[in-house]
């Protein structure tokens, strides 16, 4: 999709590192050094945003949201939980980390506070006060490198920065002035870091470039289909492939993230390797998936569909394979169904987000929508529905449309098929395609009518 995009996260660690210091330095600026900060306190925040993504496994998010869900359904990991098993495992192992870290001044308090950083957000919503190496009074320290309240955090901010540059998409969005201006009031008994209310439209800028960078490359159709297919090589290869754990046990990929010794083998060059060099017939159908991706002979969008209500996609599956009538199988198409929001679901995560202002800059303030622009979205979530063909060629296509279409009739949706010579014609494209204006589907009578003009000029 993207030839100079980056999918490593050692420079983003580095960066999410970077901008905690940063902010934690402009937050000292605007309060005149009197937020009671220690030497100590900022260091942990940094190594908190340097260690918070060591836990991610093979191809990052595809490990730990396609890969294990399939494999160990009801087991609830996530890479947040091997992050901390993982800089536990480092300090153990390496005795000059252990004596860098003393020499800093960090206690065993601050080494617990790294670590609940790094092990995501808690509801501090509840009442009682959930982490137990800082004070309530402290609580904005939580709210810099992952923020549970609203999403405005280092690690977003430096991969909406990263990522737009490396894709080439432009983004408007300047964290620099949140952070020139942000300040610690207290809300609710605690301590929460609050925006300028004239910096509103920048929040909005973020939260929308983050919604353009799932749509155009999270959660492009092709990027989507290509994490599918290695999922796919992953989970059969699961059983056949062993990586050397503690003690010498040989452990299945998915049993290596309780394993950290083993868990440190498991990078993405490690896998293909091991499915590519492999001459054990229980990985062919493994290796054939990774071709097929090398020769860019991947599944076929067939279609797409915008959703009004949530749908599930086994039942999707079997509407599809019971109207086809034996013509086609679960194996023959992949249903996926795409969400996009602006981070918190239903939610607009601005309602979220407490602001000050010139006059009283004391006052924590909520700044609501429709102060803002009337051309604001009204709604922050929405789901689509897409169908591939796992098969190669136009008539496998062209039956997997046909009845992704009849699909969409049924439930009564608004949908786009691929257009391409072959495939069913009368639906609009995903790709544009050069064809006769008569043969575009437009269901308005007049339109229809100036159209048929057009063609006779």
Request: include cysteine; hydrophobic fraction near 35%.
């Amino acid at each position: 999709m993207y030839p100079g995009a980056s999918h490593n996260r050692f420079e983003h660690s580095i960066g999410v590192c970077h901008l905690a210091g940063q902010l934690l330095e402009s937050l000292q600026r605007r309060h005149n050094n009197t937020l009671d900060l220690t030497p100590q306190d900022i260091l942990c925040v940094k190594i908190a945003g340097l260690c918070h993504d060591l836990g991610h496994g093979p191809f990052s998010h595809l490990f730990d949201m396609l890969f294990i869900p399939q494999v160990l359904p009801h087991k609830g990991w996530k890479h947040e939980d091997a992050s901390v098993a993982m800089f536990q495992y480092m300090l153990e192992e390496n005795s000059d980390v252990r004596e860098a870290i003393k020499e800093a001044g960090l206690s065993e308090d601050d080494v617990m506070f790294i670590e609940e950083q790094i092990a995501g957000p808690k509801d501090t919503e509840q009442g009682d006060w959930p982490y137990k190496s800082r004070p309530r009074e402290m609580s904005y320290l939580y709210e810099i490198v992952a923020n549970r309240r609203n999403g405005i955090d280092v690690d977003k901010w430096d991969y909406l920065a990263r990522d737009s540059h490396f894709l080439g998409i432009p983004m408007s969005f300047d964290h620099k002035r949140i952070m020139t201006f942000a300040r610690v009031l207290e809300v609710d008994g605690k301590k929460t870091i609050c925006a300028r209310d004239k910096e509103v439209h920048e929040l909005y800028e973020m939260f929308s470039t983050r919604n353009s960078l799932h749509r155009k490359a999270y959660k492009h159709k092709t990027t989507r289909i290509v994490e599918r297919m290695i999922t796919e090589a992953f989970v059969e290869a699961n059983d056949h492939i062993r990586i050397q754990g503690t003690g010498g046990r040989l452990l299945k990929m998915s049993e290596a993230i309780d394993d950290m010794l083993a868990y440190t083998k498991l990078t993405d060059h490690f896998v293909i390797q091991q499915i590519r060099t492999s001459q054990d017939p229980q990985l062919a159908q493994s290796k054939r998936l990774l071709d097929r991706i090398d020769r860019r002979q991947l599944f076929k969008c067939v279609g797409q569909a915008l959703l009004d209500r949530s749908i599930d996609k086994e039942s999707v599956i079997k509407i599809i394979v019971e109207e086809s009538e034996g013509k086609l199988t679960a194996k023959d198409f992949v249903v996926d169904v795409v969400k996009f929001d602006y981070g918190m679901k239903e939610r607009n995560p601005v309602d979220c987000v407490w602001f000050y202002s010139k006059d009283n800059p004391t006052k924590p303030i909520k700044v609501h929508q429709n102060q803002v622009s009337h051309m604001l979205p009204m709604v922050f979530k929405e789901e689509q529905l897409r169908v591939y063909s796992t098969g190669t060629g136009r008539e496998a296509c062209s039956l997997a449309q046909s009845y992704f279409i009849r699909l969409c009739n049924m439930k009564k949706l608004a949908y786009e098929s691929q257009g391409d010579e072959g495939f069913a014609h009368g639906s609009s494209y995903l790709t544009p395609v050069r064809q006769p204006l008569a043969e575009t589907r437009i269901n308005d009578t007049t339109k229809k009518r100036k159209l048929s003009e057009i063609n006779q000029m």
